[in-house]
């Protein structure tokens, strides 16, 4: 049984549409490396944010009531300390998260 020309053409052309859907769907759609490194990025960027917020209130604490709260009441003074602490933790993940 000998192959033919029409045989082997469909063969080529079958193969190549089947091989280019795969390369096309592969460059189409995100990758999971691609995805997992984007949530990485917008994690950072939410914790960055975070800091940032929680410094903006630290410096109106200290506008309100002076360097390091020393006019503070004890409830202000223990959210000033709070706030103090979470700065330092997030700065923490942060760092962790970007060398990583």
């Known amino acids: 049984m000998i192959l033919s020309f029409k045989s082997i053409a469909a063969v080529f052309i079958f193969s190549g549409t089947i091989g280019g859907g795969a390369f096309f769907i592969d460059d189409r759609f995100a990758l999971d490396a691609d995805l997992i490194q984007i949530g990485e990025r917008l994690e950072a960027k939410i914790v960055s944010d975070d800091v940032r917020r929680i410094q903006d209130r630290v410096w109106a604490?200290?506008?309100?009531?002076?360097?390091?709260?020393?006019?503070c009441d004890i409830v202000t003074k223990s959210e000033y300390r709070r706030m103090l602490q979470d700065i330092r933790e997030l700065t923490a993940k942060l760092i962790s998260m970007r060398s990583e």
């Open 61 to 71: 604490f200290d506008d309100r009531f002076g360097k390091s709260c020393t006019e």
